[in-house]
């Protein structure tokens, strides 16, 4: 079974950091990529960033892009996003996914087949 649990969230101001953690089961190397996605409230949930599991090729939303850094620690299993500088319009459920479609977007929600439970991530003003 593919597990995936989700860490670190919680409550930072504005311009602070904060890592996020997403502990996976054995099982999820066989998914090639893995994803952070987040949701605001009313909101549809969209792509942050993705990962390589070989080789860690990385790929992030505009939104993010020189604020965020993706990154895996194949040995434990683990996923990582760090969020610099953080925006008040970043406050969202945070979500790790596993992609298990070849050829799939990594982009949108399409394609990814296993989900963590989300971790609420808010940022004050």
């Known amino acids: 079974q593919v597990q995936l649990v989700e860490s670190g969230g919680g409550l930072v101001q504005a311009g602070g950091s904060l890592r996020l953690s997403c502990a996976t089961s054995r099982r999820t190397f066989s998914s090639r990529v893995m994803g952070w996605f987040r949701q605001a409230p009313g909101k549809e949930r969209e792509f942050v960033a993705a990962?390589?599991?070989?080789?860690?090729?990385?790929l992030y939303a505009d939104s993010v892009k020189g604020r965020f850094t993706i990154s895996r620690d194949t040995a434990k299993n683990a996923v990582f996003l760090q969020m610099n500088n953080v925006k008040p319009e970043d406050t969202a459920v945070y979500y790790c996914?596993?992609?298990?479609?070849?050829?799939?977007?990594?982009?949108?929600?399409?394609?990814?087949?296993?989900w963590g439970q989300g971790t609420q991530v808010t940022v004050s003003s």
């Open positions: 990962i390589m599991w070989s080789g860690g090729s990385s």
């Open positions: 996914a596993a992609h298990g479609v070849a050829y799939a977007s990594v982009v949108v929600t399409t394609g990814y087949e296993y």
